[in-house]
């Protein structure tokens, strides 16, 4: 076995990931080091920290040398090769990778929102200092899923991916499936148990699972999407009474991201609260486990599946990529790392895209209000599969009811000025909620 | 984007990958190289062939000149600058893998049997010549678990493996399962689709998934493995009464190989039909399709599921180490291929793995014989938790039928010695045919 010098790691960010990753190469560094024939060795240099004398009390194997408060010093210590990035955010974080590209030094981040919000600068600063950014941390935690895109699937077209990944919104809709709890009982649950922050924006809007898809499709497609260019819609709306009607017609409700090439190379992406079969193998996604489903023109339907968040899994990802970064140390020319590859690319309009759908209004309740509805739907020639209006067994005579209708395969945008002239009617009483129903061939 | 000189390729095989990796190669060649920002460009430069006049008539397009019977030929060739093994078998596929190592030249390869058999001697050669064997299209088809296990998964210790991973025999359980048919009618209805080879003796005994195993274990752990070192049984003792049996208590059969890291370092592998729980998502694989559960340390339980086996599919793997291959041309020292990392390990022998198991005996029906075996169990110290003798509807007064227990966990090696002892009885009337239950955590 080869012997070589250790590198050194500056870890920007002590958090749960953070740590991880230290615990992971004190628990596993021998046994990285011999599976690399003894090319990789790897040690913590440095730590960024906002209070070292915190972090010295809840880390007590940390010496206390290793913590800096100024990211500068981080980055521009010789002591440090590769720099991890764990601190979120886009402008601190920005500031810090683009500083380690400036300095040669490759970066291994989990920042999905860094770099789905401003990959392209740094994905120039990457290409311009010849210098990667890794970044298997920043989708679906412990899957190896942006390694398998970028090098795994790197001779097929990828003609699509269907994904669950935000965990936390799969644990709420899960919660409301099994349990019955409406949204803000399981959300609250969730976060009693860790899987929420206090926080839940970004994971229940939908936004934390669009930054990753935004990702995902920047490497399958190769070039920079803008964050504005995508529909994305989270899981707030949905109500118990979806649920119900999903599972009665042999369905269950994902937070699913739908990503697709289109013969003319459009680019199909969005995010939102979906109707998919019980029977396809992403329905039985539990809990806080994330999945992707990738379709490649040579390997056809692959699923990847694991756990998509927390410390451990988080770091088992930053912890390859480190490897990876290395390994890069030693290449002469060019690196592994992703850079776009495509000047431009188109991403098909949301009112482009066309699934069925399950469409749920919050009428007065009268006589005339089914016909209403379906008379506006049919003048946009807008097919009806059936219709539904579950009776409150509470309050059989309610003024006010929810309303379903399920309707056949057509564009958004037809079915969004249908939406718009419906919303017209006097017995309509507020924006009526629109969720996708996907046939996931 | 850099431009670079293209890297010759040289096809041992033109059967069906190696057609699969040509097309691939001319559908997808310019995305794969825009995918490495210009650094890697591929073309066929050589195909080894039987019968080049054969070659010819099937495949139109490829010019005669690339065609070649010798493979030395190939092999030393100054176009070809990778070699791809894909003829089979463990002789002469060997010779060409040994000289193009020898040659300095990278070895893409999808011979489990030959890397399984022979990997000790290529692994060294590998090493003596700084030179990397490849070998994703060698397990699990177009699912990425080698690139996974050896690069994504680097930083943790893999705690379990299961894995269904041979197309055919789990396409034969399934029609046993869904279309209650005999082993014998499912084995042909796959080989009059394709799915099964004229001789199927190592899809159905166990052995093509024992080698990919064994390829899993020794990236995992280190080791080489030797194939006499493990316990393979095949489906061919599968019969329509185990799969109702299995049906009834809510498990399926399938061809599981097992692999587990005891807590002492030795590693429990072995390949073997069993009764796996209908709720697990391992059963919910059906099909030619192929999957394996991975437990790492850090990343936690991981599911990689895809096609695995077929042209494309495999070609999709061969291509992505081609690339991988190419890359590693550049670098100045060590390689990135799999290099044994550990001089020796322990595999736990079968006679002490331990879980549950279902017998099923074939017995003359007469008072007293459940009891007769029920004392030699007890005699044993194993516990029984069902027997069943299920009643053939056609001739319910046999004299010969098969009768069923279910035993609690217990040693292989117990086991085999009670069943040593039941097997003496005179109502015992051949060898019984046990299957494990395994509960996968």
């Known amino acids: 076995m080869n012997s070589c010098s250790s590198l050194g790691i500056g870890l920007a960010g002590f958090g749960t990931v953070g740590s991880g990753v230290w615990n992971t190469l004190h628990r596993n560094g021998d046994l990285i080091t011999g599976r690399t024939g003894g090319d990789v060795r790897l040690h913590v240099a440095k730590i960024l920290v906002r ?102 699937f790197i001779g097929n077209r990828i003609l699509s991916f269907s994904g669950i990944i935000n965990g936390t919104s799969n644990y709420i809709l899960g919660r409301m499936t099994d349990a019955a709890l409406t949204f803000e009982a399981a959300l609250a649950e969730a976060q009693a148990l860790g899987y929420a922050e206090a926080d839940p924006a970004l994971d229940v809007n939908g936004w934390d699972a669009a930054h990753k898809a935004i990702l995902l499709a920047t490497l399958a497609y190769g070039f920079p999407i803008d964050p504005k260019s995508i529909h994305v819609s989270g899981i707030e709306q949905v109500r118990p009474t979806d649920i119900h009607f999903a599972k009665s017609l042999g369905y269950v409700v994902k937070l699913l991201a739908v990503i697709r090439e289109h013969p003319d190379g459009a680019v199909e992406l969005r995010l939102q609260p979906s109707f998919i079969p019980k029977s396809h193998i992403l329905a039985s996604v539990h809990g806080v486990f994330n999945a992707v489903a990738v379709h490649g023109d040579a390997a056809g339907e692959s699923l990847f599946y694991g756990r998509g968040a927390g410390q451990d899994p988080t770091a088992s990802s930053a912890v390859a990529d480190l490897v990876e970064a290395a390994r890069s140390l030693r290449q002469t020319t060019g690196h592994r790392g992703f850079l776009p590859y495509r000047e431009n690319g188109r991403i098909l309009p949301v009112a482009e895209t066309s699934t069925a759908y399950y469409v749920r209004f919050d009428v007065t309740d009268r006589p005339g209000v089914i016909a209403e509805v379906a008379k506006i739907l049919a003048d946009h020639r807008i097919g009806i599969s059936g219709t539904h209006s579950p009776v409150n067994p509470d309050n059989p005579d309610a003024e006010f009811l929810d309303m379903v209708f399920l309707l056949h395969t057509c564009p958004f945008g037809k079915l969004q000025t249908a939406l718009d002239a419906i919303e017209q009617l006097d017995c309509i009483n507020s924006k009526p909620v629109v969720f996708r129903i996907e046939t996931l061939a």
């Open 51 to 152: 209070d070292p004398a915190k972090a010295r009390a809840t880390t007590g194997d940390v010496p206390a040398e290793l913590f800096t408060t100024d990211w500068n010093t981080l980055v521009a210590d010789p002591a440090v090769d590769i720099v991890v990035e764990l601190i979120g955010g886009t402008t601190d974080a920005f500031d810090i990778v683009a500083a380690a590209l400036r300095a040669k030094k490759p970066v291994v981040t989990g920042n999905k929102a860094l770099l789905a919000e401003r990959g392209v600068e740094l994905f120039a600063l990457s290409r311009e200092f010849d210098t990667p950014i890794h970044f298997e941390a920043a989708v679906a935690g412990g899957i190896p899923i942006i390694r398998t895109v970028q090098d795994s």
